[in-house]
């Protein structure tokens, strides 16, 4: 396991309580590096979604723990916030939860002369991802061809 896959996962054991405890959901943890700064990230929701106090409780809070557990070695900058309106599927439990939402699907390689395809995620596993797209036709997609995916949000 990588240092950065070590510390997402100590972190993302720290935060579980934390987060149950506030009635919130942990969506994702990612410690990355983006223009010479470390950034440590901690992604959370709840029903009708996450306000600036909530991630506040939950940055104060995770932010003492990681101070007096002292596991990461570089210096970074602690960010606690919603996932967002087009969150990206990452885990297992990103595809369980969204099952019948509208998904964005965004492929590496043109298939049928286009990169992007919308539908309601109707089945997923290890190896692939199944939509249903709006002339009710259902296409399925290997994972290994999918650059991202993610819920659809209209405006």
Request: aromatic content about 10%.
């Given at each position: 396991?990588?240092?950065?896959?070590?510390?997402?996962?100590?972190?993302?054991?720290?935060?579980?309580?934390?987060?149950?405890?506030?009635?919130?959901?942990?969506?994702?943890?990612?410690?990355?590096?983006?223009?010479?700064?470390?950034?440590?990230?901690?992604?959370?929701?709840?029903?009708?979604?996450?306000?600036?106090?909530?991630?506040?409780?939950?940055?104060?809070?995770?932010?003492?723990?990681?101070?007096?557990?002292?596991?990461?070695?570089?210096?970074?900058?602690?960010?606690?916030?919603?996932?967002?309106?087009?969150?990206?599927?990452?885990?297992?439990k990103d595809f369980e939860r969204s099952l019948g939402e509208e998904v964005e699907i965004r492929t590496y390689r043109m298939i049928d002369r286009q990169k992007e395809f919308t539908g309601?995620?109707?089945?997923?596993?290890?190896?692939?991802?199944?939509?249903?797209?709006?002339?009710?036709?259902?296409?399925?997609?290997?994972?290994?061809?999918?650059?991202?995916?993610?819920?659809?949000?209209?405006?």
């Open positions: 396991m990588s240092k950065k896959e070590i510390y997402e996962q100590k972190t993302e054991e720290i935060l579980l309580p934390i987060v149950e405890k506030n009635g919130f959901e942990l969506w994702d943890v990612e410690y990355v590096k983006e223009g010479g700064n470390w950034y440590l990230r901690a992604y959370i929701d709840k029903p009708g979604g996450i306000n600036v106090d909530d991630c506040e409780v939950v940055s104060r809070e995770l932010s003492d723990i990681l101070d007096e557990k002292d596991y990461i070695d570089e210096a970074y900058i602690l960010e606690v916030s919603s996932p967002g309106l087009g969150r990206p599927l990452k885990k297992e309601i995620l109707k089945s997923y596993d290890k190896e692939t991802v199944t939509i249903e797209m709006e002339d009710t036709q259902e296409r399925t997609f290997e994972k290994s061809e999918i650059a991202l995916i993610r819920l659809a949000f209209d405006f």
